[in-house]
């Protein structure tokens, strides 16, 4: 996309992130004949195109596909004038405007950008965790649920990714037990009762897990009750870990208000504490967290930053 060796390439709008956030804020720029460039990463699409069925996105009533609709998002973007550029950002600056973003393979500035860099799985934090990452630990069902057909896994969490991505494994393992630090799921109504009434799951409450074991690849889980104390190795092949989700703000610490998870605070017409920033999605929202409502932000940062180059140029 860029030629390193010109000066930076002008943008009126970035998008950074192309996840619902992004391509929703690309297609909105795009309408307004801004003609956005979505500096998308190295692999587009943001978590919802690592989801295996999306049953709550209107329109599809029969659900779709996370990675179906993110192509699809990407190509409407695209119909209307937007540009992907495959690059990770490295650097912005938000200091001077225009503002600076920096990427993996050259230097842009924007008369406007908008933030739209979703958030990343929590990690438990526990010894074997990091070390058997992609030898039986994994964040991602959709991705690597395949490798554990006829196997048991473990499912860590109790919110609504635990529960959809247990039910998703039950496709392919023979047993899914969720391991639950409490004895009440966060979970919605509609998947605690699938996942309940489902004979391959089961459920340990008020456990912790405190080690993944394993040789070469992972064996078992050290769990402890936190109510008896009492601690056991469950044997398992593979664990998977959906314990929440931090904002992928690191870029504009120091630069940007944000509250104290890295969550880039906005106003209701998605402004950033810069004029002329704009953020949506995870990077902004760590309460709604819905494709739907993601991608409606980005939709509004997008309206905003028409409206703020309308007003600047
Ligand atoms: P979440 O709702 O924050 O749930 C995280 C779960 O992990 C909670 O059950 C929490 O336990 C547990 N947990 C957190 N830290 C832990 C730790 N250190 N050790 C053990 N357990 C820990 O996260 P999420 O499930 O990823 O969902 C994020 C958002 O996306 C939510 O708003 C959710 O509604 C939404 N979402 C919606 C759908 C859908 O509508 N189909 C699908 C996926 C996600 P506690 O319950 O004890 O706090």
Redesign the pocket.
Known sequence: MFDQKSSPQHEKVIVLGSGPAGLSAALYAARAELNPLVIGGIEPGGQASLTDTIE?YPGFPDGVGGAELGELFQKQAEKFGARIAYEMATNVDLKVHPFSVTTDSGQYKADSLIIATGASP?H?NVPGEKEFTGKGVSYCATCDGWFYKGKSVAV???????I?EALFLTRFASSVTII???DTL?A?AILQKRAKEHPSISFLWNS?VEEVQGDTKVSGLRVKNVITGEINTLPIDGVFI????NPNTGLFSGQLDMDEKGVIRVNTMLETSIPGVFAAGEAADSHF??VITSAGMGAAAAIQATHFLENHS
């Open positions: 709550n929590i438990l860590v969490g109790g919110g609504d990714s635990a959809e639950h630090r409490r966060r919605g912790v959906f314990i929440g989700h967290r819905q």
